[in-house]
């Protein structure tokens, strides 16, 4: 059996200084927090035996992938089933008393939370992210890879593969900024599941992905 490890990698901080959801939208680039917490993350990794990188379009992806690829002095692929569910609340502030889940013109998103009716379905969510880590998979047979994506992507597949319901409280993520949840393949099938935070906890509720 051929042993590989994929490493699903949540970005990290954002420079948000107006606390809205920003989901999908651009110019959303790593805080000089999030630069140093990519740059421990990479240096967690340093003496792994990783050969393929691969990071959502999104700009912080991007950016927290960038030390990973330097240290390992390889190119950095993206792929776009790793990127952010769509929302409708993007650009809106959405944590609790910002008000905006109470404006009338938003209650149409919130007829369902198991789906859920604001966003992309749990359900595409994992079926992609799953695609992604077997590609990844593929691409670093052998050996390991490392797939930068978000917050909910990495938990919403987590939840998938260990047969949990994919609706879930958002408040008890496990999948912290620059966190790591790795994926243990023998060949196709998967035996383990692993997670590490190289930079500490954060908070699950932090607004943005």
């Given at each position: 059996?051929t042993?590989?490890v994929?490493?699903?990698?949540r970005h990290g901080?954002v420079?948000?200084p107006?606390?809205?959801?920003?989901?999908r939208l651009?110019?959303f680039?790593?805080s000089?927090?999030?630069?140093r917490?990519?740059?421990?993350?990479?240096?967690?990794?340093?003496?792994r035996?990783?050969t393929?990188?691969?990071?959502s379009?999104?700009?912080?992806?991007?950016?927290?992938?960038?030390?990973?690829?330097?240290?390992?002095?390889?190119?950095?692929?993206?792929?776009d089933r790793?990127?952010?569910?769509w929302n409708?609340?993007?650009?809106?502030?959405?944590?609790?008393?910002?008000?905006?889940l109470?404006?009338?013109?938003?209650?149409?998103?919130?007829t369902?939370?198991?789906?859920?009716?604001w966003?992309e379905?749990?359900?595409?969510?994992?079926?992609?992210?799953?695609?992604?880590?077997?590609?990844?998979?593929?691409?670093?047979?052998?050996?390991?890879?490392?797939?930068?994506?978000?917050q909910?992507?990495i938990w919403?597949?987590?939840?998938?593969?260990?047969?949990?319901?994919?609706?879930?409280d958002?408040?008890?993520?496990?999948?912290?900024?620059?966190s790591?949840?790795?994926?243990e393949?023998d060949?196709e099938?998967l035996?383990?599941i692993?997670?590490?935070?190289p930079?500490?906890?954060?908070?699950?509720?932090?607004?943005g992905?």
């Amino acid at each position: 059996m051929t042993r590989t490890v994929v490493h699903l990698l949540r970005h990290g901080e954002v420079h948000n200084p107006t606390g809205v959801l920003y989901g999908r939208l651009p110019g959303f680039h790593l805080s000089e927090v999030g630069r140093r917490q990519a740059l421990t993350v990479a240096e967690y990794l340093s003496e792994r035996d990783i050969t393929h990188v691969v990071a959502s379009p999104l700009q912080r992806a991007q950016e927290t992938a960038e030390p990973v690829i330097s240290s390992h002095r390889l190119d950095l692929a993206t792929d776009d089933r790793l990127i952010e569910p769509w929302n409708s609340f993007e650009g809106e502030r959405v944590s609790v008393g910002a008000g905006s889940l109470a404006s009338p013109r938003h209650w149409k998103h919130l007829t369902n939370p198991f789906i859920p009716s604001w966003g992309e379905p749990y359900l595409s969510i994992a079926h992609r992210m799953l695609g992604a880590a077997h590609r990844a998979r593929a691409n670093a047979l052998g050996h390991e890879a490392v797939c930068v994506s978000h917050q909910l992507p990495i938990w919403t597949l987590r939840r998938f593969l260990e047969g949990k319901r994919l609706w879930h409280d958002p408040r008890h993520r496990q999948c912290a900024l620059a966190s790591l949840t790795s994926l243990e393949f023998d060949d196709e099938k998967l035996v383990r599941i692993a997670y590490a935070e190289p930079v500490g906890a954060t908070d699950p509720k932090a607004t943005g992905a």
